[in-house]
Structure formats: structure tokens, C-alpha cells
């Protein structure tokens, strides 16, 4: 699977929220819906890194407790996926807009590491 099919099953469910929301079926109006809710989606994702990194508890230096266990974490990662693939089909990110993006900065963090950034 790809991102590509990632952001198409999004936007499928982003759909399916949108109609239960909104009573609506159309699916223009429902993306519409959709890119109007952007800060509560962003804030969602916030709220989700934030329960990955309970999971993990890697910020939590004072404690002596283990993760939550590998399935836990993943699951809190794949929540994350959910809400940063919901916020690219509201921002119209295509596919290849994420990869090009990705490729680019990927590039660019490599050339600043060599720079002693």
C-alpha cells in the first residue's frame, strides 16, 4: 500500500464523518466540510502525538516504567497517520505533492546535517 491509497481510504471515511455530521451526501459539500474543519483536525493530531508519546513514555525521564508495549504504540502511531492524512486531503495535498515534498526536505536535512546544522 502506498500513500496514495492511504489518502484515498481517508478521505472515504473523511466522508463518511462529514455525512454524518452535515446529513449531506454530496461529495463536494462534504469535502468542503471537511477543509472547514482543518484547526480541529490539527488539534486532533496534536492530541494524538501527544498520546504516542504517553505510550512510548519516552519524555517521562523521572519514570522507571516500561512502554506501553509495542501494539499500543502502534496503534497510537497509526491514529496519528489517520489525522495527518485527513489534514493533507483538507489542505488538497495530492500524492505526489506529499512525496515530492517529503523527497525535497529529506534532501535538504541531509545537505544542513553536513553543514553542521
Known amino acids: 500500500m502506498d500513500i496514495k491509497e ?3 481510504m ?4 473523511d466522508r463518511y464523518l462529514a455525512a454524518k455530521q452535515i446529513g449531506q451526501s454530496d461529495n463536494e459539500k462534504l469535502d468542503e466540510w471537511n477543509r472547514s474543519v482543518l484547526d480541529k483536525k490539527l488539534l486532533a493530531l496534536s492530541v494524538e502525538v501527544g498520546e504516542l508519546a504517553n505510550a512510548t513514555r519516552c519524555f517521562k525521564y523521572w519514570s522507571t516504567k516500561e512502554d506501553e508495549g509495542k501494539e499500543r504504540i502502534l496503534d497510537e502511531f497509526a491514529d496519528v497517520l489517520h489525522f495527518l492524512l485527513s489534514v493533507a486531503n483538507s489542505l488538497q495535498f495530492t500524492s505526489e505533492d506529499i512525496e515530492h515534498a517529503y ?3 529529506h534532501s535538504e536535512n541531509y545537505r544542513r546535517q553536513a553543514e553542521g546544522y
Open 6 to 8: 492511504l489518502l484515498i
Open 10 to 13: 481517508q478521505k472515504s471515511f
Open 103 to 105: 523527497i525535497r526536505k
